[in-house]
């Protein structure tokens, strides 16, 4: 006998599997999805830490598999006005960017680096 899934089922499932789901590239846990990008003057960012190191970031609204650890720091910021402290995997602890807060607009954000996530799971 056929059985049809309720609509609310069907919809929950699309949202699970969707294409613009972006995980880890270490550990495979869904990090951020393509439609929570940000653009601060765009969505992707060339930066350079005092250290010399570069990445190259992009920006999101949310970010729920990413943990925000350390005390927030306006030290060389990449962007004025923000706050920052690390944002980590919350699956492996991998190193995945930075969370910036601020009392401007946007209160919040995600500047992940680009080479730490992946469009698929492992």
Not at 50 to 61: K, Q
Not at 93 to 122: A, M, N, T, V
Request: net charge negative; with cysteine.
């Amino acid at each position: 006998m056929l059985q049809i899934a309720p609509d609310a089922e069907i919809e929950r499932e699309v949202d699970e599997k969707t294409d613009d789901a972006i995980y880890c590239a270490n550990c495979g846990k869904l990090i951020t999805r393509g439609r929570w990008k940000l653009s601060l003057g765009g969505h992707e960012h060339v930066c350079t830490n005092p250290a010399g190191v570069t990445f190259r970031i992009l920006c999101f609204s949310e970010a729920p598999g990413a943990a925000s650890a350390g005390d927030p720091s306006g030290d060389f910021t990449w962007f004025a006005g923000y706050l920052w402290n690390f944002a980590r995997c919350r699956g492996c602890g991998e190193l995945l960017g930075w969370h910036y807060c601020s009392d401007d607009d946007p209160p919040k954000f995600f500047g992940l680096i680009k080479p730490r996530l992946s469009s698929r799971p492992q």
